[in-house]
Each structure stands twice: as structure tokens, then as C-alpha cells.
Nanobody, 122 residues
Framework: HVQLVESGGGSALAGGSVRLSCAAS??????YSWFRQAPGQEREAVAA????????YVADSFEGRFAVSQDAASRALYLQMNDLKVEDTGMYYC??????????????????WGQGTQVTVS
């Protein structure tokens, strides 16, 4: 039984930092990622961690401010968000799946999603 549970969201001031966590259980996939969905907008990729290469990727929109990491043993996924902007506001989802190379930004590649954690920046 695959389960992804996000935590760490809340309210933050612009310029501040937030660290999101995603507890993963069940089957181990090759990729664990973060997506964001703002009100009235489509879900967009934020960052991903490929387990085989132990390498993280951050979408261009967030490069330089966000960082992704994963604890190899527990598979807990983290998203460090720095220099927050008001437009970073949204629901942040953790996702996992057997993602094809170069396809981590496509939501269709993921079979499992958490319930999300809200981040509000003001």
C-alpha cells in the first residue's frame, strides 16, 4: 500500500523559508517529486529526486531558490523553499512513480499522490 503524506506547509512571509516533508511508505519507486497547484491553475512540477542516480532536479521557475532532497533509507522527500514569493502560494503535492528519463515534470508519469500541504506566502 503506497502512501505519501506531506507536512510542513503553513503561512510564511515573502523572503522567508519553508521546508516541506513527504513521508513515503509502501512500494519504492524510481522518482519522487513535488508539484504545486495554485488556485485556478494547473498542477506544475517543482522538483524531483531520482533514486537511482541520487540526483535532484528543480524546475527552471524555482531554480536557485528551491532545493530537493531525499533520505535514502526512509525515502522521506524534502523541499527546501527559500526567498519565498507571493506567487509561490499554492497546494504542494508529493508524487511518486516509475518515471521515464527526462519526464519528471509530467504529472501523467506519476501513479501516486499525497493529499497536499498548503503554503501561503504574504
Amino acid at each position: 500500500h503506497v502512501q505519501l503524506v506531506e507536512s510542513g506547509g503553513g503561512s510564511a512571509l515573502a523572503g522567508g523559508s519553508v521546508r516541506l516533508s513527504c513521508a513515503a511508505s509502501g512500494y519504492t519507486f524510481n522518482t519522487y517529486s513535488w508539484f504545486r497547484q495554485a488556485p485556478g491553475q494547473e498542477r506544475e512540477a517543482v522538483a524531483a529526486w531520482y533514486r537511482m542516480s541520487s540526483r535532484g532536479y528543480v524546475a527552471d521557475s524555482f531554480e536557485g531558490r528551491f532545493a530537493v532532497s531525499q533520505d535514502a533509507a526512509s525515502r522521506a522527500l524534502y523541499l527546501q523553499m527559500n526567498d519565498l514569493k507571493v506567487e509561490d502560494t499554492g497546494m504542494y503535492y508529493c508524487a511518486s512513480g516509475m518515471v521515464r528519463s527526462g519526464r519528471w515534470e509530467s504529472p501523467d508519469e506519476y501513479g501516486y499522490w499525497g493529499q497536499g500541504t498548503q503554503v501561503t506566502v504574504s
